[in-house]
């Protein structure tokens, strides 16, 4: 699953292009019309909305700045390794293929590919600084102890007549959107993460029968740093993620700060 996972994000990368993020200036385009000999010497353009301030809100609308989402069709070479990712680390694969009815790939920003990064780089010094720590992750020293985890949620703004999903909504209710545009900040006690795709969710549970809510699992990079399990958590030990159960390789991962975590794509279920 490492393996797959690894492929998907060496050519994807979570992010996407500047002119993903921002419109490209249009060029401006010369306009035909009917002119008189003193006309003829002076060359008509369309404004752009940058000329005239005037316009720059309808420009804005008809060109949205971000792009939250790509959908993945069916067949996207992403998508079906997605979805294999997805069934491996589920309980129930035969049950769990038939419920996805979207992938969306999360479009981030220049800004929170660097502070992820940035992050990466602070647990990494961190690390060496500590190395002969024998509870030290030796992964922590390479790349900051990276690993795949997914954060399960719901997802009110999709329906069934919505054909595209581009960008969040407006809903406070809507979990999916809030955390995206938060950058995962709304969680005070950390956020709860899981190496299962299908972890329970009480949220989930709890609204399951509402008209256009969704089950949805991000799947997200985090930088797991060092990790420790919560029942053996001494008084002043320094840690970056807290693990649950008995093993440090337990399903439930709680991540302290928000900029170790890097959504990448958002898996919509039935």
């Known amino acids: ?3 797959m996972w690894m492929s998907v994000t060496e050519t994807i990368k979570c992010g996407g292009k500047l002119i993903d993020v921002w419109p490209q200036q249009q060029k ?3 306009r035909k019309c009917n002119r008189t000999s003193f ?30 989402f790509y959908e993945l069709e069916i067949g996207d070479p992403s998508r079906n390794v997605i979805e294999k990712i997805f069934r491996a680390a589920s309980t129930n694969p035969s049950k769990q293929s038939r419920k996805i009815k979207k992938v969306l790939r999360v479009n981030n920003t220049v800004d929170i590919l660097e502070k992820f990064e940035k992050y990466r780089e602070t647990v990494k010094r961190r690390s060496f600084e500590h190395k002969y720590n024998n509870n030290m992750h030796p992964r922590s020293i390479v790349d900051g102890n990276e690993l795949l985890q997914f954060h399960v949620t719901t997802m009110t703004c999709y329906s069934g007549k919505k054909k595209i999903i581009s960008e969040i909504c407006k809903d406070p209710s809507c979990c999916v959107c809030r955390l995206l545009q938060s950058g995962f900040r709304n969680s005070r006690d950390g ?23 969704k089950r949805a699992v991000i ?9 420790v399990n919560k029942d053996n958590i001494n008084l002043g030990e320094e840690y970056d993620s807290v693990a649950s159960g008995l093993h440090l390789s337990s399903q439930c991962l709680i991540v302290k700060d928000s900029s170790a975590v890097l959504p990448c794509f958002v898996i919509v279920l039935n």
């Not at 956020?191 to 509402?210: G, H, K, M, V």
């Not at 799947?219 to 990790?227: D, Y």
């Open 28 to 30: 401006p385009v010369k």
């Open 191 to 213: 956020i709860q993460l899981s190496t299962s795709s299908d972890a329970p969710c009480e949220r989930a549970s709890r609204f399951s029968n509402r008209k256009n809510v």
């Open 39 to 68: 006309e003829k010497k002076t060359h008509y353009y369309e404004v752009t909305p940058r000329e005239n301030p005037a316009i720059n809100s309808t420009f804005q609308h008809k060109y949205p700045r971000r792009r939250w």
């Open 1 to 3: 699953m490492h393996a």
């Open 219 to 227: 799947v997200c990079r985090i930088i797991a740093g060092r990790v």
